[in-house]
RNA sequence: CGGGGAGUGGCGCAGUCUGGUAGCGCACCCGGCUGGGGGCCGGGCGGUCGCAGGUUCAAAUCCUGUCUCCCCGACCA
């Protein structure tokens, strides 16, 4: 049924007015997605069609690569998760039954899938294997935000592999990257495939899935062929102009001045002549202190910097600065005798400095890195525009992260005991990989790419229906007698049509159908009766299009539309 | 978790400062007109003003507490 006369589609001319996002605003408006709460988000007939087809992309191409879809509980038990060790995730949520036992709600599947496999597979012979299935996910995420773009609870495609060695998972992460990339192609996204970080878990190898659009919470970086998530980027920096060097350092007052932009413009150098002072204690290692040295331009990542440090950090209080270094706002790498580890970035050329002096209201100029502090070096700064990578400028884009995919290793094998007996009888952990991909975010993602002023533009891969059938005039007349008989000659022949069949001016219904986005909208009204033609309208670029006969023979009618349908985005 | 903002009919809002009959636009229902870009006229339905407690003759409005939602940031295995 799908006469919008009586289809759920409560469409509505204004938006939530705290809606930001583009997708947020318009998949409420347009009548695909209703929220209960925060970050909890009910799919209306509509909109659930456009995630189903989604949906229906992803299983094709999972089954290509030779997937078997699964299902597996979102309500565990607490052990698996003990064991594997990410019962105290504070995302996960936990809960009792009434007989006291713990209980959680499954954030992803890799205890349960790796439970079952641990259990069943016994031989070389059962290997390799791709387990994958569409289940709820839930997170108590702190900040749920942006409508569909980030819940606590959504549906994913999470999918395991399992081999028998390293170089077996290498072959079974590539077939996910061509799943991925037919995945992504097909469903009519812009994309990009980007290397991303493995954590602090230490993964073998990830990247993620991501489709630049403003709504993004992730920035990806861009170079020539390069792509990768600004959180592990690197690049050149653009060169700055040092001052002169100095035989030492020489000390100058710099009264109330502690901000890097300050400094620089009192000494008449830019702000890449100064190195900024960013101590951090390495966490569960509470006396060690680090003091990250960086160009006054650059910002330290805190992702790369974990990875240099091979550990999390949490940046120093002032108490710990003040009793460690010196005063905060005037601390430096200079005179600290060994007192605190220095990291200095790897953007950091030989040359003379501006730092502070551990002195209150005091500077350092003609600092050299070497010759004044010792230092340890690593890249932790983030990537920046003006940066250059083999020439090419990199340009920095939000985009929003729609899949992603990931070496695991023996992260979960070896604790939840998931092993087999090779050719020769000996026993072997299984090599595992995990790959996620989330088709709320393909159609949001594809809403707040393609969406103009009138509305969603949909890839036609996604679109809730192929053709929006608009009928004009008052129940009864020929020119609705038209309409139907159009509309029944669809549907006979398959066409994923959405019928207004409403009373209403014709106005609301153009707005409603260019609300709504479907790729193909057809009108039958009683010019169509004069002139023996259907009207066609394509909503990417809102263009009329040839018309179609109005009295078609049997399939001639939808052949018409599939060949325009084809030749859409 | 830090900062900011908001809860009044399905949606968007006014009313709160200065306590005194809960209002507007849209949507919805009924009737009529109109009929190719959210049209017009008339008549209606619908809200214990987030919740609890307090002050008061009287609370959407003042006080206290609490819950919820949004935005920015932190976080996001």
Avoid at 298 to 308: G, P, Q, T, W, Y
Avoid at 543 to 559: I, N, R, T, V
Wanted: contains cysteine; aromatic residues 6%.
């Amino acid at each position: 049924m799908t006469r919008l006369s009586q289809y759920l589609l409560p469409t509505e001319k204004e938006a939530p007015a705290d809606a930001e996002a583009i997708s947020h605003k318009l998949m409420v408006r347009a009548g695909l997605i209703r929220q209960l709460g925060a970050g909890m988000w009910s799919w209306l007939p509509a909109g659930w069609r456009a995630h189903q087809r989604a949906v229906q992309i992803i299983r094709e191409e999972m089954d290509g690569i030779g997937g078997q879809e699964t299902l597996l509980p979102l309500l565990q038990p607490a052990q698996p998760w003990r064991v594997s060790g990410r019962y105290d995730i504070d995302e996960l949520f936990k809960l009792t039954d009434r007989k006291g036992a713990d209980l959680v709600l499954a954030m992803t599947h890799e205890e349960a899938v790796t439970t079952h496999v641990a259990q069943t597979v016994r031989s070389y012979r059962d290997l390799p294997l791709i387990l994958y299935q569409f289940q709820v996910k839930e997170r108590d995420e702190p900040r749920p935000r942006a409508g569909v773009l980030r819940t606590r609870e959504f549906v994913m495609k999470d999918a395991y592999s399992f081999d028998r060695d390293e170089e077996g998972l290498a072959e079974s992460y590539q077939r996910h990257v061509g799943a991925y990339d037919r995945i992504m192609e097909r469903s009519g996204l812009r994309w990009y495939r980007v290397e991303a970080d493995v954590g602090i878990m230490g993964g073998l190898g990830a990247h993620e899935y991501m489709a630049p659009c403003p709504a993004g919470e992730n920035e990806v970086v861009l170079a020539g062929g390069y792509a990768a998530n600004i959180e592990i980027a690197s690049a050149t920096a653009q060169p700055v102009s040092l001052p002169q060097e100095m035989d030492a350092p020489l000390s100058v007052a710099t009264p109330g001045l502690s901000t890097v932009t300050d400094v620089a413009a009192a000494l008449g150098v830019p702000d890449g002549a100064l190195l900024k002072a960013y101590p951090v204690i390495v966490e569960e290692e509470s006396e060690r202190m680090v003091l990250v040295m960086l160009r006054g331009d650059h910002r330290v990542n805190e992702i790369k910097l974990a990875a240099a440090l091979r550990a999390r950090s949490r940046p120093a209080r002032p108490e710990e600065i003040a009793q460690r270094i010196g005063p905060p706002g005037f601390i430096g790498p200079v005179g600290l005798d060994g007192r605190v580890e220095i990291l200095l970035d790897d953007a950091v050329q030989e040359g003379s400095y501006v730092t502070g002096a551990n002195e209150l209201d005091t500077h350092l100029q003609g600092v050299r890195p070497g010759r004044d502090f010792p230092f340890q070096r690593a890249d932790v700064r983030t990537v920046c525009a003006g940066d250059t990578i083999a020439g090419a400028q990199v340009s920095i884009e939000p985009a929003i992260e729609v899949g992603n995919i990931f070496k695991l290793g023996l992260r979960y094998s070896q604790p939840l005991g998931a092993s087999f007996l090779d050719e020769h009888g000996q026993q072997r952990p299984i090599w595992m990989g995990c790959y996620g991909i989330g088709p709320a975010r393909i159609a949001a993602a594809a809403v707040e790419q393609y969406a103009d002023e009138h509305g969603i533009s949909w890839p036609r891969a996604l679109a809730p229906f192929a053709v929006h059938l608009v009928a004009l005039g008052k129940a009864g007349t020929p020119e609705r007698q038209a309409a139907e008989a159009v509309y029944e000659s669809l549907l006979a022949d398959g066409v994923q049509v959405l019928y207004d069949d409403r009373e209403g001016n014709p106005g609301e219904k153009f707005a409603d159908a260019e609300l709504l986005g479907c790729p193909l909208r057809l009108t039958v009204g009683r010019r169509s009766l004069q002139s023996g033609e259907i009207e066609v309208q394509v909503r990417r670029g809102r263009q009329a299009a040839a018309g179609l006969p109005l009295s078609a023979g049997a399939g001639e009618l939808a052949g018409a539309v599939d060949a325009l349908w084809r030749a859409l985005p």
